[in-house]
């Protein structure tokens, strides 16, 4: 079982940073997923790791031993990429095979852990056909397949689903789920896609203009961003200032809320819009304030509704509210919105806990 550990990663192409100063350590058996926009430096990362490309500085070590130069083949890692790029003029047995081959395991040893690796990927009897001859999908699942065959400590994947198409990525996520579940091999993904992250990890590495901003779990990422560029980049959605003393956070001059973190004087804020409760009535309570509806949208999922505290005084403050689809209100209507105390977030600043955060 493997731990793999990166300090102070960097690297400049022509003198511009696409990795600067990356600490990160991953658990064995851990699935964590580096996730940001296109351009933020995750594949660079990735190809450090597995020693594609060598840092400008920073130190890259998986169980206690120091990789950086160690040559990519003997890393004891396997990479998948956004196309699997299967040798072509091989079958997908063969192309399973290829790395055991390496390895020099003789030939029946190899072709029955390929066929047994195959039918991990639910491709049992596909060990005859060509690369030409598979869809997308079943091409990413020979690419893991073949990953997965050496036993790798390490398996990285740099967007190995964006190619494929919303049911299919789902299909494909629960695999790699499963096959990390069989396997216990320490994971780590890289993704643009906030939702697939989430899904897929036990920690997410929030990275921005290669640096990392925040690395935690993802309800954490999601309940407690650090900052509102990684609130916003996880789906949030209001944002509020407040001038705090200890536990009450003052919104308007009428409005005060009651939080379970303690802060101190102009705060900003936020709550996630799934947490906010709407009531036709009042009832006593701490943080139930009335409101307007001004926007009212149909997701499937859910109703998103956009609300607005005294829209004729003079700090129009408007929020939104992600309620089940089973409730609705009107246009116009007055509700009264409860905002649990636990789910107001006070930002800090840029924190790289696991732990959750203590806020000033
Ligand atoms: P991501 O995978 O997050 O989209 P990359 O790691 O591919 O980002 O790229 C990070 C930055 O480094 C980008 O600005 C990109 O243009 C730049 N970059 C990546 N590879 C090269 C290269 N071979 N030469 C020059 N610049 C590169
Ligand atoms: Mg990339």
């Known amino acids: 079982m493997s731990q793999l550990r990166l300090q102070n990663l960097t690297k400049s192409f022509r003198g511009v940073p696409a990795v600067q100063d990356l600490w990160l350590d991953i658990r064995s058996g851990e699935i964590v997923s580096l996730l940001g926009p296109s351009g933020c430096g995750k594949s660079t990362t990735l190809q450090l790791i597995a020693g594609i490309r060598s840092p400008d500085a920073g130190v890259i070590e998986l169980d206690g031993k120091i990789l950086n130069r160690v040559p990519t083949e003997k890393r004891d890692m396997a990479l998948v990429l956004q196309r699997g790029l299967l040798f072509p003029h091989l079958t997908v047995g063969e192309n399973v095979a290829f790395g055991l081959k390496m390895r020099g395991v003789n030939r029946v040893e190899r072709e029955q852990q390929s066929r047994a690796m195959l039918q991990q990927v639910q491709l049992e009897g596909f060990g005859d056909r060509k690369p030409s001859e598979l869809s997308g999908g079943q091409a990413q699942r020979v690419a893991l397949a073949r990953s997965l065959v050496i036993r790798p ?140 509806v001004v926007a009212n949208r149909f997701t499937g999922m859910q109703r998103r509704l956009t609300l607005q505290i005294s829209p004729e005084g003079s700090w129009p403050c408007s929020f939104q509210a992600w309620i089940a689809p089973t409730q609705n209100f009107a246009i116009g209507q007055t509700v009264w919105a409860y905002l649990p105390p636990d789910a107001l977030w006070c930002f800090a600043e840029s924190v790289l806990e696991t732990e959750p955060m203590n806020v000033v």
């Open 153 to 292: 400590k390490l398996l990285l994947l740099d967007e190995p689903l964006s190619a494929l198409d919303a049911n299919l990525r789902e299909e494909m996520q629960s695999l790699i789920l499963q096959l990390h579940a069989q396997t216990g091999v320490t994971l780590m993904l890289v993704t643009h896609d906030q939702s697939e992250a989430v899904v897929m990890s036990d920690r997410i590495a929030l990275m921005f203009e290669g640096r990392l901003r925040q690395v935690a779990t993802p309800e954490q990422l999601y309940q407690q961003p650090c900052d509102e560029l990684t609130a916003r980049f996880m789906g949030g959605v209001n944002f509020f200032t407040a001038t705090a003393q200890d536990q009450q956070w003052r919104i308007t001059q009428d409005v005060i809320l009651t939080s379970h973190n303690s802060a101190q004087g102009q705060i900003q804020f936020t709550i996630r819009p799934e947490q906010i409760q709407l009531f036709p009535e009042p009832f006593p309570s701490v943080n139930l304030i009335p409101a307007i």
